[in-house]
């Protein structure tokens, strides 16, 4: 079993910068990838990024060159670096870690991110 807890979440400014953490423990060694997903009122669940084990990173293209996604391995920590922030970037931010077999995703609780114009 693995579990997620985020953090990091608050409203800002439009322009500003927010960083979201991610504390993974339980059996992380079974963990493939983790990332970030997002999640606007009314809307369905998107993809923002994604770190493999190997150190791939993936972005969604509205986020690229404003979201960094990295990690800490000695902390067990991913985290998403949010600058530049845009009233639309306002959502539920969640992380999640796939297992290494593919069978299944963990998830966290989620953040809320609020951006004012």
């Known amino acids: 079993q693995v579990q997620l807890v985020e953090s990091g979440g608050g409203s800002v400014q439009a322009g500003g910068s927010l960083r979201l953490s991610c504390a993974v423990s339980g059996s992380i060694h079974n963990i493939n990838a983790m990332g970030w997903y997002r999640q606007a009122p009314g809307k369905r669940r998107e993809f923002v990024a994604l770190?493999?084990?190997?150190?791939?990173?993936n972005y969604a293209d509205s986020v690229k060159g404003r979201l960094t996604i990295s990690r800490d391995i000695a902390k067990n920590t991913v985290y998403l670096q949010m600058n530049s922030l845009k009233p639309e970037d306002q959502a539920v931010y969640s992380c999640n870690a796939d297992r290494v077999d593919g069978l299944k995703t963990y998830w966290g609780q989620g953040t809320q991110v609020t951006v004012s114009s």
């Open positions: 770190i493999i084990s190997g150190g791939n990173i």
